[in-house]
């Protein structure tokens, strides 16, 4: 895929969301040097943009309305609810309660759990590198 411009059309993910994970992890030559890695490995692997939580919690902070719904597509998708969805991220180890992900997920978006927040913008990178990549291998 040549342009951010295809990519966009050709995805099912908010158009504004796809463009601030771009612009996070540094541009879009740099995100298609990264997406594979991203979709194959995790955000956990640490990638530009991604790997502190001031930076992960204002991504959050400012992106929460899209990856919100996203989290209620996968969720959908999945069969399951959102905050269990959520709870069951690897990278929260089971540590936080509903009501906790719940704060996160509907509370003030400037007042939120910073693991939780940080899952949610390492989500949202990841599901946006796995769209790319898939659509590259098809």
Same mark, same amino acid.
């Given at each position: 895929?040549?342009?951010?411009?295809?990519f966009?059309?050709?995805?099912?993910?908010?158009?504004?969301?796809?463009?601030?994970v771009?612009?996070?992890?540094?541009?879009?030559?740099?995100?298609?040097?990264?997406?594979?890695?991203?979709?194959n490995?995790?955000?956990?692997?640490g990638f530009? *943009?991604?790997?502190?939580?001031?930076?992960?919690?204002?991504?959050?902070?400012?992106?929460r309305a899209?990856?919100?719904?996203?989290?209620?597509?996968?969720?959908d998708?999945?069969?399951e609810?959102?905050?269990?969805?959520?709870?069951?991220?690897?990278?929260?180890?089971?540590?936080?309660?509903l009501?906790e992900?719940?704060?996160?997920?509907? *509370?003030?978006k400037?007042k939120?759990?910073t693991?939780v927040?940080?899952?949610?913008?390492w989500?949202?990178?990841?599901?946006?590198?796995?769209?790319y990549?898939?659509?590259?291998?098809?």
């Amino acid at each position: 895929m040549k342009s951010l411009k295809s990519f966009v059309a050709q995805s099912n993910i908010e158009p504004s969301l796809i463009r601030a994970v771009v612009r996070q992890i540094g541009g879009w030559e740099e995100f298609k040097e990264r997406a594979a890695d991203v979709a194959n490995y995790g955000a956990s692997g640490g990638f530009s *943009g991604f790997i502190y939580y001031n930076d992960t919690c204002a991504f959050y902070a400012k992106h929460r309305a899209d990856i919100l719904a996203l989290t209620k597509d996968m969720a959908d998708q999945l069969g399951e609810g959102v905050l269990e969805m959520v709870q069951a991220f690897n990278c929260l180890g089971e540590d936080y309660t509903l009501d906790e992900i719940g704060e996160t997920l509907y *509370g003030n978006k400037n007042k939120h759990h910073t693991q939780v927040a940080n899952a949610l913008a390492w989500f949202a990178l990841e599901e946006v590198c796995r769209a790319y990549d898939d659509l590259q291998n098809n």
